[in-house]
């Protein structure tokens, strides 16, 4: 059996990708990323197989979404470009084909409590899983940093403009401080020195991730004008200021401290980031966080991975505060939330 949890990006989105600038403009600032990964995730079975074939359960009920493709570079590549269900899945899937002789997957995810399109890296987690399945299945000798790699190079093969922070997933249930500098990726794990009760609010809304990648890719890397000028600044000074406070709050314990930088990195993003695309402009994710209950019952709260109208995450006071959350969110607002935990319960 297989597990791939999902990824909360707890502060730093977007820095990854443009911290890899670097490798080539040297003059932009190393991006800086504080990452935890959830309790939810991809549960799966694989073994060999005689073509590329995934299953998993659909959204809600209702049976299961399913493909096989022959297992040759050029239909999976095909797939992969199909922008279909799996094509993230088929971009990994394409990359294995055109680097190792193997033959075909069996990859039957039997458990999908993680939700899509909710900036908990639902695409990062399946190209994680397609991977590791290759590699127990075909004896790839991979260790976690080349299963990221090849998750990497397989969403970015499907048309994904992402960076290297979300395939951290392949690290499992820890916490973690991320720093891109050009081609290089350092993963710092983190102690927590206390527990964080996040909850992390499905809006139950839209957003296009990849129009958001598109135009603040735009920004970058020396786009002329203050509007990109203000998205390099948030997401390099900025952020880097801002993350090394919030790494000392979480080695520390410092649950109120976190909180306020939450909220302090919102509001950067929205004077600076979200101006250069429309999808950042996200009406249900706001409406959340100016919830009367939020200020109540939490130390702080932002938006979640790319941001927009995904998902929101609110750092509670406590357990029994995170649960009485979700319950006037869910009767105020119709939404749904998860719960994710970190530190010592």
Not at 73 to 78: I, S
Not at 309 to 330: C, F, I, N, V
């Amino acid at each position: 059996m297989l597990f791939v949890p999902g990824r909360l990006c707890i502060a730093g989105e977007h820095s990854d990708w443009a911290g890899e600038m670097r490798a080539t403009h040297p003059t932009l600032a190393p991006g800086h990323c504080l990452v935890t990964m959830t309790e939810q995730g991809l549960v799966a079975e694989a073994a060999r197989g005689d073509a590329f074939a995934v299953s998993t359960p659909r959204a809600g009920g209702g049976g299961l979404l399913h493909q096989r493709l022959p297992c040759t570079p050029a239909a999976l590549d095909a797939a992969a470009h199909a922008d279909g269900f799996f094509s993230y899945a088929a971009g990994v899937a394409a990359e294995v084909t055109s680097r190792w002789d193997v033959g075909g997957l069996a990859l039957r995810i039997t458990e999908a409590s993680l939700p899509i399109g909710k900036g908990l890296s639902s695409s990062a987690a399946v190209c994680v899983l397609v991977a590791r399945a290759y590699d127990r299945c075909w004896g790839l000798g991979l260790d976690v940093r080349a299963e990221m790699d090849l998750a990497y190079a397989g969403e970015r093969r499907a048309g994904s403009a992402c960076g290297r922070m979300d395939q951290v997933c392949a690290y499992g249930r820890r916490t973690v401080f991320l720093t891109f500098d050009g081609l290089r990726l350092e993963v710092e794990p983190i102690a927590p020195g206390g527990t964080f009760h996040f909850l992390v609010v499905d809006l139950r809304a839209t957003k296009d991730t990849r129009r958001i990648l598109t135009d603040l890719n735009a920004c970058f890397p020396d786009t002329a004008g203050p509007l990109a000028a203000g998205v390099r600044d948030a997401l390099g000074p900025r952020n880097a200021a801002l993350l090394a406070r919030a790494r000392t709050a979480i080695a520390t314990g410092d649950a109120p401290a976190l909180g306020a930088l939450l909220v302090e990195a919102q509001a950067t993003f929205d004077a600076l980031v979200a101006p250069a695309c429309p999808e950042l402009t996200a009406p249900r994710l706001h409406r959340v966080l100016a919830h009367e209950a939020v200020a109540e019952l939490a130390w702080g709260a932002k938006g979640v991975g790319s941001q927009g109208d995904g998902s929101a995450q609110l750092l509670a006071r406590g357990a029994g505060e995170r649960d009485a959350l979700a319950r006037r969110l869910a009767q105020d607002l119709g939404v749904r939330s998860l719960p994710v935990t970190i530190g010592r319960d």
